[in-house]
């Protein structure tokens, strides 16, 4: 019953204070892990995992990826600035800064272009082949806090549950107002966004069914769609999830009831859904626990044993055989204070192979 | 109705909470014939019912017989509805009573559409139940009420308030279409449904699984044997008998399941319930919370709780007419719902009054400070402070795989320290709107820039300095060169330690040429402090000279003063420290004993320092040339609070007093009026230091107070050479810290050594190399830090690396004037203020030979939770040490106290160097004989005449103290001149007058810790004091001291002293300003006592002889 090999390693020397994201590389099994301890880590997560070097900031890091392979790395950081790493010599070169942190950060490996949304509502774009890291800006009605893209499309979870949907295609470098967004949606949840996902291009799925996943701080993931006929938006739902029960006293000051039980709601931090396996898609909460989701189906797969703090990021291996999962303590798992101990940081690689089919028999 | 057929509700009124509301109403007479005699006689009335309880039990028993059995339960239940108007309790026994009857009837086909019957079931459903829509599935399941309207209103009545509205109408539909009676009402209630739901159209987000869910086979329940029919006799439904249950293949929680005891199972008779046979009693579906009763061998009992039985809530009482149209009732929560509650701080997120809600990112940013912080003002302001430095300024952006400057370090890289200000207590605070403090600035150290100068000088840097104001431009693509705290240089090599040692070498074979200081000596005598007799030569003109050797001596006078000190060279190493406890170290080459004047002082710059003329012509050197120099420690007679124009000179020496700036003498042009000039005697022409505080009555020692000056103080402390804050690292070291301590003490000791033995190593990071360092024992308990003896490893590594060179040794820059051993003072929370009276202090004393009289704070490391102060170690003991010896000495004649020649020679040290601190305004706020630490360089013996010599020559500099212990030190520039001060803390006769009969205080503080430190050293006591009226002086006390000086003492000597020190105010006459400090007095009291030392020092036992005996031999450690 028990593989003899470790289903999940904790990677080494993880980051000294929270994780703020993650990303796998696209050729290889590198991993950088962003930080509030002022650093980008490069890990590689092949055997039994490794540190390869850490890249120090003057300020917190909040996102980074890799740009188009292991050599191209980028940061996005608090103090305002874009930074372009190269792992061969050490550097940090900061690119361009926006006028507030820059919350998030991706790349379209598509379009070559390295993408960052601030709180200053500033959403740039910045072709990694120019000559000039100079990038396009667009001004956005409010604060950007995630971003998401997969092939042509981006999307921009700005502050006040508002969604931006653009098409790349239309993005002419230089031009801000080549890229309008095709669609700004409010977002069906009724809380604050946490994060989203879109759906990657998976072969053979009906056109009108590619669409993304969001999340919010009341534990609830919304599934949509892009195509807006009212046909594909009927289909969109949400549900529930990364409620813990919970003994609390009775609020009622009358004696004969000690506790009840309550149902504490987390945030969900990480959505990121499987590069082959169409509409599998993974949460991670404030609750320390991932959950394997099967869109389609609008059920739960399975939930991986709970982690020792709140799941801050996760990603998918390229071929989808792993799973990173990154905690970190905060306000996110909960803590009043924001208190994120050093135990609680942590980066696990977990072998998924055997865990992505539902469970054989019922409950 | 007559009136007295009617009952009068004041009956009822009273207890009217307690009544539970039933749906067809309640009879009045009823509740009034119940209610009274509950109230009248308990006891009485228990009896009664347990008399009818029987009565209908009894009835119950053969109701079988009966054509209409169910109205034996009906009757019964009415009786208990009746008579325990709050319903369902205990006593009442109404639960257990209507499920008994309910389940009786599942499968009397009798009953199956009897109103009656449906009611009781809907009562059960909607009072008791914890899964109402459970309740009705299964009777559907088993065909109840089906046929009757009353099932599918309330089902859909209950649907409705769910907000299952879909399901709700599919109800109504069903209902229809089973034609269920009465049809006419059904639809009524349909249409008022169908009115409600237009009125309110449903969202989408309705469930619209089937009301009635198809039964899953898996979830089939399991026919308990033993609950249903039959067992109407048991008052309570009785434990299930054990049953195979499907267990889950991998059971890893302890998931409740029945037990696995083989039990036939019951031959279901209905199969078309698919498995709904039974719904279970209330208990029954709880059986996870109840303990199955097993016989009692080997059980453990455990104490006992009261089980509540759950479901059952309090229902508030709710005196509405509406109540009973309501069909929802909601006697618990969200009908069966849990109550929900967010686990974030909601209130963090979505601050009331804002619109604006805020991620989990931006609350922590805020709670760093770092949310609305100007990220590029703080940019541009690094560039211009360090603006010529375009080098690699960190270690931490190097990957592990080079090895950050110091070898010994773990392969974690280092995290770049940012020196942003924190002077606030309050850490984690979320949001400081408005930052009060000084605006950081990234800590370029001056070690990093100067090598970039030294570069300048030996040869063409890759990378022109840049001007700062290149990087405005947000998303300009300026950032190129805008290279502050990126790496952009390809070229400059910062790998490892190779970088800093280029230059560094260029500096050391520069001054090795210059060693001999002759020719330097006259550009300083220019602006040399004033000349006077022997003042003049305490002024180490020869240092002071070496330092203005080179343009790159800035950084490395230490090396400059170490070899210009007339005997060693920097090849010739005295002889290594006296050895530590456990380990001899190694003999060294570097010079660790000689430099006993603190070096590595460089002193906080907030001059550019291209001020000093490496660049072109900048604004900022105009200004700074002005107040270069502060007061001269030396000037008898003369006003130190004055400043002195600094007259201008060439480059070459302002360069050499680059390293002592008063930064705070600096004026911004454009600084806001905060302060106000100190003393009336500035000079016009100079800038004038303004007070940082306005109080003139205050607490020195009050932490709000401190961290006050701390941020306003400029240079901010961050810009202060070795000083490194990350104010939201938690360091994190103190425990282990003190364990270690503890357990190697208990070593020691010959016990047990618990807990970690391993000497627990201190990582600094900072962006120029970090330092490291182990701890290796505990050297005291302050009163509010320990003080640790810690290994420096950066220089115990350079110093082997020496050793395998065997040859010249290049020292690297950073650690001159940094020895092997040194103390560390933690302290938690943390606070840089020692660190900065110590830096303030020795700055302000330049050149002084007072200055070797003051340890040297070489770091300060400030995290959020601790702090760590990196100090001179020194080895030999404190004054205390040196008295208690001798009193334990049996060879001891001179009583109590030490010898009167020795005691004087410390006297002399204490206050000359009291006497240098006070004119640079520098209260210690702590003297006493532990905070002495004696300073006796083991000199060679040809070198160190045995006549006193009072100005220190001939080898009697080396003689002498080290203050300590700047805790609780006061900087009294930072006040305005008339400033007193108020102890709020506890004390005794250590303690000055003032401060024991609470009287305010200045720098009379200092005068009776040099008193109570001469009383120890003579008498071997600590001191007493005693006053007496003195009639003739006006009437004003005087304070003596209480032990008497011995015949054969220098009595006019110490008389004067004990009456200076002890009545301070009283010779403020004798002083230029008529106030204190009485430096004048203190001076002459010193010179009066040098005089005689030097008369009569070589007498008897000898002064020198004493001082290698008794100072030098390290002190005995506990």
């Known amino acids: 019953m028990s593989d003899p090999a470790p289903k999940q390693r904790e990677l080494p020397s993880p980051p000294d204070d929270a994780i703020s994201s993650i990303d796998f590389s696209p050729t290889s099994s590198r991993l950088l892990v962003s930080s509030w301890d002022s650093n980008v880590h490069l890990y590689d997560t092949s055997g039994a995992g490794s540190k390869i070097a850490s890249f120090t900031h003057p300020s917190p890091v909040l996102s980074c990826c890799f740009g188009r392979d292991d050599n191209e790395m980028f940061s996005a950081c608090l103090d305002w600035s874009v930074n372009h790493l190269d792992p061969a010599t050490g550097t940090i070169r900061t690119l361009y800064t926006h006028t507030s942190g820059v919350s998030s950060l991706l790349f379209s490996t598509a379009h070559n272009l390295l993408i960052s949304g601030s709180w200053d509502g500033s959403l740039s774009l910045l072709p990694v082949t120019s000559s000039t890291p100079t990038p396009t800006t667009l001004r956005l009605p409010t604060k950007i806090h995630s971003l998401s893209t997969s092939t042509h499309h981006l999307i921009v979870a700005l502050s006040n549950r508002l969604f931006h949907l653009y098409d790349l295609r239309h993005f002419v470098p230089g031009n801000p107002s080549s890229l309008a967004p095709t669609q700004t949606r409010e977002s069906s949840l009724k809380f604050m966004t946490r994060t989203i996902a879109c759906m990657p291009p998976y072969p053979n799925r009906d056109p009108s069914l590619d669409g993304y996943a969001c999340s919010s701080i009341e534990g609830r993931i919304a599934v949509e769609f892009y195509d807006p006929s009212p046909e594909t938006q009927a289909r969109k739902y949400a549900f529930k999830c990364h409620r813990q029960v919970e003994k609390q006293p009775s609020s009622e000051s009358s004696p004969p009831v000690a506790e009840e039980e309550v149902d504490v709601v987390y945030p969900v931090n990480a959505l990121t859904f499987h590069p082959i396996i169409p509409s599998l898609f993974a949460s991670g909460g404030g609750d320390g626990i991932v959950s394997l989701w099967d869109g389609e189906k609008k059920r739960r797969i399975r939930n991986l044993p709970r982690y020792r703090a709140s799941v801050a990021a996760l990603a998918w291996s390229r071929d989808g055989k792993r799973l990173v999962v990154a905690t970190s303590g905060g306000f996110e798992g909960g803590d009043q204070e924001g208190e994120c101990s050093r135990e609680s940081v942590g980066v696990w690689v977990r072998e998924m192979e055997d865990e992505l089919k539902p469970k054989g028999k019922g409950k | 109705m007559p009136d007295d057929d009617t009952t009068s509700f004041d009956l009822i009124e009273q207890h009217k909470e307690n009544i539970t509301p039933i749906s067809s109403g309640r009879s009045a007479r009823a509740l009034a014939s119940a209610l009274s005699p509950l109230a009248l006689n308990p006891t009485a009335a228990k009896s009664e019912h347990y008399a009818r309880r029987t009565e209908f039990e009894e009835e119950l028993k053969h109701a079988s017989e009966l054509d209409d059995p169910l109205d034996v339960w009906l009757r019964y239940i009415k009786w208990t509805n009746d008579t325990f108007p709050s319903g369902n309790s205990a006593e009442s026994g109404l639960l257990n009573l209507i499920e008994r009857c309910t389940r009786q009837f599942v499968k009397d086909t009798q009953y199956a559409n009897d109103p009656r019957y449906l009611k009781l079931w809907i009562q059960y459903a909607q009072q008791f139940s914890d899964a109402p829509r459970e309740v009705f599935a299964y009777l559907a399941r088993n065909q109840i009420g089906q046929k009757l309207a009353l099932f599918y209103e309330e089902y859909a009545a209950m649907l409705e308030s769910q907000g299952r509205r879909t399901q709700a109408e599919e109800m109504y539909n069903m209902g229809l279409n089973a034609n269920a009676r009465p049809k006419e009402r059904l639809h009524r209630k349909y249409d008022e449904f169908r009115h409600r739901m237009e009125a309110n159209p449903p969202t989408g987000s309705d469930p619209s699984s089937p009301a009635l869910p198809a039964v899953r086979p898996a979830l089939a329940t399991k026919c308990i044997p033993g609950l249903d029919i039959g067992s109407s006799e048991q008052a309570a439904p009785p434990q299930p008998t054990p049953k195979p249950a499907t267990k889950p293949a991998k059971q890893k929680m302890a998931i409740f399941s029945d037990a696995d005891a083989p039990a036939a199972p019951k031959a279901s008779a209905s199969k078309s319930t698919g498995g709904w046979d039974n719904i279970g009693s209330l208990q029954h579906r709880k059986k996870e919370n109840t303990m199955e009763r097993r016989p009692w061998a080997g059980e453990t009992l455990k104490g006992q709780k009261s089980e509540k039985p759950k479901g059952e809530k309090l229902m508030v009482f709710r005196d509405t007419s509406k109540a009973a149209v309501n069909h929802v009732r909601s006697s618990n929560q969200t009908l069966g719902r849990r109550p929900e509650r967010l686990a974030v701080n909601i209130e963090l997120l979505l601050p009331e009054g804002e619109d604006e809600e805020f991620s989990f990112e931006e609350l922590r940013a805020k709670k760093m400070g770092l949310y609305d912080y100007d990220w590029q003002k703080h940019r541009e302001e690094a560039v211009a402070l360090d603006e010529d430095d375009d080098e690699e300024n960190y270690e931490g952006e190097s990957m592990c795989e080079t090895p950050p400057r110091s070898p010994g370090l773990r392969s974690r890289t280092p995290i770049k320290v940012k020196t942003i200000l924190s002077p606030s207590p309050n850490k984690g605070k979320i949001k400081r709107k408005g930052r009060s403090i000084g605006e950081p600035t990234m800590t370029f150290h001056t070690k990093a820039a100067t090598d970039e100068i030294y570069g300048l000088f030996s040869g063409p840097l890759a990378n022109a300095p840049s001007d700062g104001s290149d990087s405005s431009d947000d998303d300009g693509p300026s950032d190129d060169d805008y290279t502050t705290f990126i790496q952009v240089d390809p070229q400059s090599d910062h790998s490892g330690s190779d970088s800093d040692a280029q230059p560094a070498d260029d500096t050391i074979g520069d001054i090795t040429e210059d060693d001999n200081g002759d020719s330097v000596h006259s550009v300083f005598s220019e602006f040399a402090f004033p000349v006077k007799g022997d003042e003049n030569d305490e002024n180490r003109p020869v240092e002071a000279a070496a330092k203005g050797v080179a ?477 007496e009226a003195a009639p003739g002086v006006g009437g004003r006390k005087k304070y003596r001291i209480s032990g008497t000086l011995k015949r054969y003492w220098q009595q006019e000597l110490w008389k004067e002293l004990f009456e200076v020190l002890l009545n301070p105010l009283q010779y403020v006459d004798a002083e230029n300003k008529g106030t204190m400090p009485i430096n004048k007095s203190l001076k002459s009291i010193r010179v009066s006592m040098e005089k005689w030392l030097e008369a009569n020092a070589d007498k008897g036992a000898g002064l020198k002889n004493l001082v290698r005996k008794k100072l030098e031999v390290a002190a005995k450690r506990k």
């Open chain 2, 551 to 1027: 343009k790159l001596s800035i950084f490395s006078d230490d090396l400059g003063e170490r070899h210009s000190r007339p005997e060693p060279r920097r090849m010739q190493i005295p002889p290594p420290p006296p050895p530590v406890d456990f380990d001899r170290p190694k003999q060294h080459r570097l010079p660790y004993m000689t430099p006993i004047v603190e070096t590595t002082e460089h002193l906080p710059s907030t001059i550019k320092r291209d001020a000093f003329g490496y660049t072109p012509s900048r604004s900022k050197a105009a200004p700074f040339t002005e107040q270069i120099l502060e007061e001269s420690p030396e000037s008898n007679d003369e006003d130190y609070t004055r400043e002195r124009p600094f007259s201008p000179v060439g480059p070459r020496a302002q360069l050499d007093f680059r390293p002592k700036l008063q930064p705070k003498l600096q004026p911004k042009p454009d600084e806001t009026p905060v302060r106000r000039p100190l003393g009336a005697k500035v000079l016009a022409p100079a800038p004038t230091i303004k007070s940082l505080v306005d109080d003139t009555l205050c607490n020195p020692q009050d932490p709000t107070l401190r961290s006050t000056i701390i941020s306003k103080l400029n240079p901010p402390l961050k810009s202060y050479e070795g000083f490194y804050e990350l104010k939201w690292k938690k360091f994190n070291m103190s425990s282990e810290i003190k364990k270690f301590v503890k357990a190697t003490a208990a070593k020691r000791d010959g016990g047990h050594p618990v807990g970690s033995s391993r000497a627990p190593s201190l990582e600094f990071v900072t962006g120029d190399g970090g330092s490291f360092y182990t701890v290796l024992r505990e050297l005291g308990k302050g009163a509010f830090a320990p003080v640790f003896l810690v290994e420096n490893n950066m220089v115990a590594d350079a110093e082997d690396e020496a050793e395998d060179m065997d040859g010249e040794i290049i020292i690297d820059s950073k650690l001159a004037g940094r020895r092997r051993f040194e103390a560390l003072k933690m302290e938690h929370p943390p606070s840089p203020w020692e660190f900065y009276i110590i830096r303030t202090a020795r700055d302000r004393l330049k050149n002084h030979r007072a200055k070797d009289s003051i340890v040297a704070a070489h770091e300060m490391h400030i995290f959020q939770d601790e702090g760590y102060l990196l100090i001179d170690y020194f080895d030999q003991g404190t004054i205390l040490d040196i008295v208690n010896a001798n009193r334990a000495d049996p060879a001891n004649i001179s009583g109590g106290g030490l010898d009167e020649s020795l005691a004087m020679f410390l006297t002399i040290e204490v206050l000359r160097t009291v006497e240098a601190l006070h004119n640079i305004g520098i209260i210690h706020g702590d003297l006493k004989a532990d905070n002495c630490l004696v300073r006796c360089e083991p000199t060679p013996d040809h070198t160190w005449n045995p006549h006193f010599r009072a100005d220190g020559s001939e080898g009697w500099h080396k003689k002498g103290v080290s203050l300590i212990d700047f805790g609780r030190g006061i900087d009294m520039k930072l006040f305005p001149p008339n400033v007193q001060f108020l102890a709020d803390w506890k004390t005794d006769h250590q303690d000055c007058a003032e401060m024991r009969e609470l009287r305010p205080w200045t720098w009379q503080v200092d005068y009776h810790g040099i008193a109570a430190i001469a009383y120890l050293m003579l008498f071997g006591e600590y001191i007493k004091t005693t006053t």
